[in-house]
Nanobody
Framework: QVQLVESGGGLVQAGGSLRLSCAAS???????MGWYRQAPGQQRELVAA???????TYADSVSGRFSISRDNVKNTVYLQMNNLKPEDTAVYYC?????????????WGQGTQVTVSS
């Protein structure tokens, strides 16, 4: 069982930067880690993800501006967000996935609010 806690959200002006952190209660070794976001009235979407092998993927809307990284020793995943735009405003959620013999397990944090003013 893994508990995830996000932090680092807040209010920032367009063009500014924020760094989100996701701290896990246990080891994230072997997990696929990701950041999702959900704006009011919209579906939750994948923003960025990183595999245990270090492969990263990004949504087209954030490519070149956001960067995901992980520290397996600190059991923490980060999302560096640069050149923020008002359309980035959303609640950002941390996600962890792992495949075990008993099946696939998925964990979510409670989210952190990011608001970008124009």
């Amino acid at each position: 069982q893994v508990q995830l806690v996000e932090s680092g959200g807040g209010l920032v002006q367009a063009g500014g930067s924020l760094r989100l952190s996701c701290a896990a209660s246990g080891s994230i070794f072997g997990f696929k880690m990701g950041w999702y976001r959900q704006a009011p009235g919209q579906q939750r979407e994948l923003v960025a993800a990183t595999t245990s092998g270090g492969t990263t993927t990004y949504a087209d809307s954030v490519s070149g501006r956001f960067s995901i990284s992980r520290d397996n020793v600190k059991n923490t995943v980060y999302l560096q967000m640069n050149n923020l735009k008002p359309e980035d405003t959303a609640v950002y959620y941390c996600n962890a996935k792992i495949l075990r013999l008993t099946g696939q397990y998925e964990y979510w944090g409670q989210g952190t609010q990011v608001t970008v003013s124009s």
